[in-house]
């Protein structure tokens, strides 16, 4: 408590250095903002679809490799939070249990790298969107790992970089052959 206060007003000293540069600026870097960040961007993922626009800058990217798909994979552009939102909505489509977990988290300054978890129960095949090999009821978990960026002058996350750990994912899902 000590130490994140003690951190909390070493940044506020060094925001007013940057508050020129930055003269709307609605926060404070410091840790806890951090950690709020990771909290609030796992907790749209894990459904609460209304922290939208206190977690992303309205022009949101996400860079990602391709979806593998029954047709082929697909690329999925992402450049507004609307858009995330919705391609959140779908990654949750037909699963009986949809949910990340973090294990690891480091942060550089307005950079929050996330090392998480997919806790997944597969739902009827029918209700699926993605491709997948296993029985309903099977329990799916792989790791994947996000960085994201913050908006130097309102914290929000302005970019995300996503990487699955994509080969141990398709293995789970019980997919030996995929159209790329
Ligand atoms: C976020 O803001 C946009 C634009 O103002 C709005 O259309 C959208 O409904 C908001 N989302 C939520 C969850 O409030
Ligand atoms: C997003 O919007 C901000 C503020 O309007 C702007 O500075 C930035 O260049 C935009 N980013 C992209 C990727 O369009
Ligand atoms: C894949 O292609 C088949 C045949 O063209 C089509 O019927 C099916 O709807 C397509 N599936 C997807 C997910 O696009
Ligand atoms: C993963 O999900 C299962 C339910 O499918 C739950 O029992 C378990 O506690 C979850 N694990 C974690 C680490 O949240
Ligand atoms: C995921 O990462 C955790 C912690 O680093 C590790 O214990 C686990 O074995 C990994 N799971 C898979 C499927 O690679």
């Known amino acids: 408590m000590i130490i ?5 007003i070493v940044s506020a000293i060094a925001s007013l250095a940057s508050a020129v540069e930055c003269p709307r600026c609605d926060f404070v870097l410091c ?9 609030n961007y796992i907790d749209t993922w894990n459904g609460d679809f209304s922290l939208e626009n206190i977690t992303f800058a309205p022009n949101v990217s996400l860079y990602q490799d391709r979806l ?3 047709n082929g994979s697909i690329e999925l552009p992402i450049g507004t939070s609307s858009e995330f939102i919705k391609f959140m909505k779908m990654a949750h489509t037909g699963w009986n249990h949809y949910q990340f977990v973090v294990h690891n988290v480091a942060f550089d300054k307005y950079n929050v790298i996330i ?3 997919l806790n997944a129960t597969v739902g009827p095949h029918d209700k699926m969107i993605i491709p997948i090999n296993k029985p309903e009821g099977t ?3 792989y790791n994947g790992t996000d960085w994201l960026y913050l908006d130097h002058c309102t914290g929000k996350i302005k970019q995300v970089d996503s990487a699955q750990d994509y080969i141990t994912a398709l293995h789970a899902q019980g997919l030996t052959e995929i159209k790329i």
């Open 139 to 141: 329990h799916i978990t």
């Open 115 to 117: 090392r998480w978890a």
């Open 68 to 70: 593998p798909g029954s």
């Open 4 to 8: 994140s206060n003690f951190l909390w």
């Open 31 to 39: 840790r806890n903002y951090q950690e709020r960040a990771v909290n």
